[in-house]
Structure formats: structure tokens, C-alpha cells
């Protein structure tokens, strides 16, 4: 099942359950605008190039549009709309003054270098800086781009319409990024399972995890559900899974991936198949890596009694069904790895005020916004005696229709 399939199923269900017609479904499940656009640079070695960028706002009814720029091979029109609504109700179960958009360049990162990067990036909003903007459309990093590549956004953009910082969210601090960023998403995650936790009468002490991908997401996610008292028993990347049943240090085990690039070699712990990650007897399974890794065949294999998503779709319908025979709860992605988006509201929220605001506010605020965020969703999955991604999704499917009529649309 594609992504854009698995988004439509998951709105629909949520649908029926707050009785809208096929009319207001309509409506909500198409895209405000879609710009594909030429990006044309000269090569390093003096060659032309072509390539082609993607930019998606799926609603506009609650705000400006809100959501990632990826640089990858894959990216392709169907992915960059799944994703751009899956932003639309990610905002709006989180309570944000945001719309979804999505975007991204067809291209291997890996293989342009800096300049040339910095080239197909200028080149890119050349070609949409009318249609973006602090108030219309704000991009944030995603896989392939980082901090490095909004400040060129930045820079790009403001050539047109004078300096505008909040034009992007995960800049680099001395062009009006917020602290808290690089670990946003992983603390969101932790404040999310805490809130789901209390309602099962545990805490997060009381468990052991596997980390499905130790990128950015899994380190934080580990190390600080590590500093909460939980035991990680497991982590993963594509090539490697470490083990201990005793629980491992995993701001251990990131110090050594940073200094070796990879998880191999870590002494603290045993070395197994990557791919046995999902079967790992624990009491939380965390997927923090790909999209789609949760499936019909592989859902049967999970021996957790939740699963915290912290990547984008880890989980698709068929996986989700089989998840719920088995009594296995699901914290849907839309809200538990919602952290990131928030603290890119604030970073926005700050460039808007021209104020910045401490560490200790932007943590606080996170807090505040996850355990205030849950709520909503519990008593959704009590109404309508659905799982709790039901329930986010009637959540944000409510709100978003809500401001839609609202506004006479």
C-alpha cells in the first residue's frame, strides 16, 4: 500500500466516524496547490543538470502551510501528497495554527557537493519564492536538507522580499533558529508516552525498549527514555542491531557512532541481524526509522505491548489491523513525533516577535503543548471506542473541517 493510500484509508475512517459526505470529503482530501518545478545547475565539472522540485500545501483553512524539504532519489508526486496531508492533521491534532505542505527535489544528496547543493537549492526557490512565506508556506529540514540548507533558503528567499527568517524553521541559531531543535522530536516522544502511560497506570521506568533506527529521532528518543529510567534492551540502524538484555547506554552508543559512523564495534553490548529488530521480545517498540516498515507481514512478528511511532508512517492499515487483534497499542505518528513540528512553531513563534526564548521555555512549552495535545485523542478513542489513530485522526479531520466552514469555504 502506498503512502497516499494508507493516508486516504486512515482520513476516511475517521471520516465515517464524524459522519461527513462525500462532498466535504472531497474537499479536505485535495491538495489547495501543487508546484512542480525545473531546477536546472551547472555541474562542478562544468556540466548542465536538470533537476525536478516538488512542493505540496494540502490546506490552507487553519494557517500557512507547514512541512519538510527532502532531498532523495524516491521523491516523487504521489509520496510528497501523502506526506503534505499527513502534515494537515499532524498540525491540527497538535493544536497548531498550521495548514500541511510537503516538498522535496528528486536527487541523491550524496552524490552533489556542497556548492553544487547550494546551487540546486537557490535554483529551487527561484522557482517557488511566490508561492512560500512566513505567512503562506513555511519549509522545514527533512531527510537529505538540515539547518545548513534553510539558511540558504533564507538567503534565497529574502533577495526577493527582504529579510525573513521565519520564512523556514530549523535554521541555524545565528540566523533565528531555537534552541531545542535537534532534540525536539525525541523529547515530544518521551512526553507522549509518558501521557499514554499514566492512562495504563505505568511509567516509563517501568518498561523495556527497542529503537528502531538510530538516526536523530532514535538517538534522542533512547537516550532520554534511558535518562527517564527506561531499559533499552535494543537499537538498529540498517546494518547493524545491538542487544542487551540488561539494557545498554545509548548516549554511549551514540558517542560511537559518532566517532566510528556506525553501530558495529560497540562493545557494550551483543550484535545481531538488523532485521530482527521488530521481533525483539520488549515491553515498547519504538520505529524511529523508514515509513512503512510496520506491515501484514511483519506485524504478527512484534512481541511489544505498544509501539511509540517515532517516524512518519511506520505503520501502514493492514499492519495497524493486526496490531489491534493483538491488543498491541499503537501512539500514532501524527501526534507522538509531533515535537518537531511544535518546536518549529516556536522557532517561527520567536522569529515573529523578534524575541528569543531560553532552553528552559522552549522544553516547558513542549511539555505543556504533548500532555494538553493527548487528551483529545483519549477521549476520542473512548467516544467512538476506536484506536487511538483513529481517534487523532477524527481529532484533526474535526478541526480541520471546523475551520473550513468557519471561514465560508
Not at 545481531?272 to 520505529?287: E, F, G, Q, Y
Not at 516547558?364 to 500532555?371: I, N, S, T
Request: net charge negative; aromatic share 8%; proline share 5%.
Amino acid at each position: 500500500m502506498n503512502p497516499m493510500e494508507a493516508v486516504n484509508r486512515q482520513f476516511h475512517e475517521a471520516a465515517t466516524l464524524l459522519g461527513l459526505d462525500e462532498k466535504a470529503r472531497r474537499r479536505l482530501l485535495t491538495p489547495t496547490r501543487e508546484i512542480k518545478a525545473e531546477c536546472a545547475i551547472v555541474r562542478d565539472d562544468g556540466s548542465e543538470e536538470t533537476f525536478i522540485g516538488y512542493r505540496v500545501q494540502h490546506d490552507s483553512s487553519r494557517g500557512p502551510g507547514k512541512g519538510g524539504l527532502r532531498y532523495h532519489p524516491e521523491v516523487e508526486t504521489n509520496e510528497v501528497n501523502a506526506l503534505a496531508a499527513l502534515m494537515t492533521w499532524k498540525t491540527a491534532v497538535a493544536g497548531l495554527p498550521y495548514g500541511g505542505a510537503k516538498g522535496g527535489i528528486t536527487c541523491d544528496p550524496s552524490k552533489l557537493s556542497a556548492r553544487e547543493k547550494q546551487a540546486l537549492t537557490r535554483a529551487f526557490v527561484e522557482r517557488i519564492h511566490d508561492v512560500i512565506g512566513p505567512y503562506t508556506d513555511v519549509p522545514a529540514p527533512d531527510m537529505g536538507t538540515n539547518a545548513e540548507t534553510m539558511g540558504w533558503i533564507v538567503d534565497e528567499y529574502s533577495k526577493h522580499h527582504g529579510w525573513s527568517p521565519a520564512v523556514v524553521t530549523g535554521k541555524p541559531l545565528d540566523l533565528g533558529g531555537s534552541v531545542g531543535r535537534e532534540s525536539a522530536t525525541g523529547l515530544g516522544l518521551l512526553y507522549a508516552a509518558e501521557r499514554l502511560f499514566e492512562d495504563h497506570g505505568a511509567r516509563i521506568g517501568d518498561f523495556t525498549y527497542a529503537v528502531q533506527g538510530f538516526g536523530n529521532v532514535g538517538m534522542w528518543a533512547a537516550t532520554l527514555i534511558h535518562q527517564a529510567g527506561g531499559r533499552i534492551v535494543a537499537v538498529s540502524n540498517s546494518r547493524d542491531m545491538l542487544w542487551n538484555a540488561d539494557g545498554l547506554d545509548p548516549a554511549a552508543a551514540a558517542e560511537h557512532v559518532r566517532a566510528t559512523g556506525g553501530l558495529s564495534g560497540y562493545a557494550g553490548a551483543e550484535r545481531r541481524d538488523p532485521a530482527s529488530i521488530l521481533a525483539t521480545p520488549c515491553d515498547v517498540l519504538v520505529p524511529a526509522a523508514l515509513g512503512g516498515v510496520i506491515t501484514k507481514e511483519t506485524a504478527g512478528d512484534i512481541r511489544a505491548r505498544f509501539v511509540l511511532e517515532g517516524a512518519n508512517h511506520p505503520v501502514d492499515p493492514d499492519g495497524d489491523a493486526i496490531l489491534e487483534e493483538k491488543g498491541i497499542v499503537a501512539l500514532p505518528d501524527i501526534y507522538a513525533n509531533s515535537g518537531g513540528v511544535t518546536v518549529s512553531y516556536f522557532e517561527w513563534v520567536q522569529n515573529i516577535q523578534q524575541y528569543s526564548w531560553d532552553e528552559d521555555r522552549v522544553t516547558a512549552e513542549l511539555r505543556k503543548r504533548m500532555r494538553t495535545a493527548y487528551g483529545p485523542i483519549a477521549a476520542a478513542a473512548k467516544k467512538h471506542v476506536c484506536s487511538l489513530r483513529t481517534a487523532a485522526f477524527a481529532v484533526a479531520v474535526e478541526h480541520v473541517y471546523a475551520a473550513t466552514r468557519a471561514r465560508g469555504l
